[in-house]
């Protein structure tokens, strides 16, 4: 069975611009194939991560950046997963590439949220929500992680402030990141005073709206063989759905992205103590204490201890690093993109040593 390897990547700076979603593909894919052969003498097929096509009024957005990279007559599928999207396109990627179906597969992602301005986004959003019990009730993306922070708060020894120093955290690590939207760092109190949004979430506990893309190219070891720098193996994915409405689930426990992570551990041979460096979907600062616990990083109730360097964690956590890109919350979360940028900053992007990322 063929190995799959990330042979190249590219991607724009994630933020605020007027580029449409087409040239912000245009300016990853001119960085993810410089000074290597043209695409259509690559790329087999073409998998394309987007949340949603109300940003740009666009669907066919396979064929579409099919097109800008000139490629014709081959395989292009948007693969629609809201903020899993561009993880989605990198799995479907590897497993074509695994399977022998083909030898090169282009997965990238984009998103222009900030086309339809922040009442578009709201609503864009507020449609990956279950219509019959959340939509209808006015439920937005801030208001329903609110509930799940509430709860966290209530369940374990985590305060407000714990969560304002993941924030912390995660912008000192985007003031490394060249592409990040907030490439800046904060403190504490500028969290804790900022306008709430939906308490106890504060508008530095959210993620930002911002535009941007990302491409990876997948191909057989030997193929990449015959390409310019390094590649890094896949040697695991896994993918897994919750209940799509909040009320009908454990909202401390995230059992799908426990079950994609355990799938991804075993097929590659590996367990979470293995794992250096997390990127992990801190869309709200509970997220990442939430996704810590659920991927093996951390024990139940501690993954808000996230920001702590590894020896003043308790016992059961690991001593990974994570978002050590910034995160969602920093280096930002133009959606369909988001899954590709966390690959592409985990695999190929220089980083300080891990230590450094999370020290207090």
């Not at 990853?28 to 043209?38: H, K, L, Q, S, V």
């Not at 659920?294 to 808000?304: C, E, F, Q, R, S």
Request: hydrophobic content about 40%; proline content about 6%.
């Amino acid at each position: 069975m063929p190995q799959p390897v990330i042979a190249t990547v590219g991607a724009s700076p994630v933020g605020r611009t007027d580029l449409p979603g087409r040239d912000l593909f245009s300016v990853a894919i001119e960085e993810a194939f410089e000074g290597r052969p043209d695409p259509a003498d690559l790329v087999e097929a073409v998998y394309v991560g987007n949340q949603s096509e109300s940003y740009e009024h666009q669907i066919m957005y396979g064929t579409l950046l099919a097109e800008w990279a000139g490629l014709r007559n081959v395989p292009a599928e948007r693969v629609e997963g809201c903020a899993a999207a561009g993880a989605l396109a990198l799995r479907h990627a590897v497993k074509d590439v695994r399977n022998g179906e083909h030898e090169a597969v282009l997965a990238c992602g984009v998103e222009k949220m900030t086309a339809g301005g922040t009442e578009g986004a709201t609503d864009a959003l507020s449609a990956a929500f279950e219509r019959a019990l959340e939509q209808r009730s006015g439920i937005t993306a801030p208001s329903q992680y609110a509930l799940l922070a509430r709860r966290y708060l209530h369940e374990t020894e985590t305060t407000e402030r714990d969560l304002a120093e993941i924030a912390v955290k995660n912008h000192r690590n985007a003031a490394r990141n060249p592409r990040a939207q907030f490439p800046k760092e904060i403190d504490v109190e500028t969290v804790l005073q900022s306008a709430p949004v939906a308490p106890p979430l504060s508008l530095y506990d959210c993620a930002p709206v911002g535009d941007g893309a990302a491409a990876v190219l997948v191909t057989t070891a030997e193929a990449a063989a015959d390409l310019d720098g390094p590649v890094v193996s896949v040697d695991g994915t896994g993918a897994a759905a919750n209940n799509l409405a909040v009320a009908e689930r454990d909202m401390t426990d995230i059992d799908g992205a426990r079950t994609a992570a355990e799938t991804a551990y075993e097929e590659a041979e590996i367990g979470p103590n293995d794992v250096d460096v997390a990127e992990v979907h801190d869309a709200f600062t509970v997220c990442e204490a939430l996704l810590s616990e659920a991927v093996g990083l951390a024990p139940k109730g501690k993954g808000y201890q996230s920001y702590r360097p590894p020896e003043e964690r308790d016992d059961g956590w690991t001593d990974v690093a994570v978002s050590t890109s910034g995160g969602l919350k920093a280096r930002g979360h133009p959606i369909g993109a988001t899954g590709l940028l966390q690959a592409i900053e985990e695999a190929f992007e220089g980083r300080p040593d891990p230590a450094d990322l999370v020290e207090a």
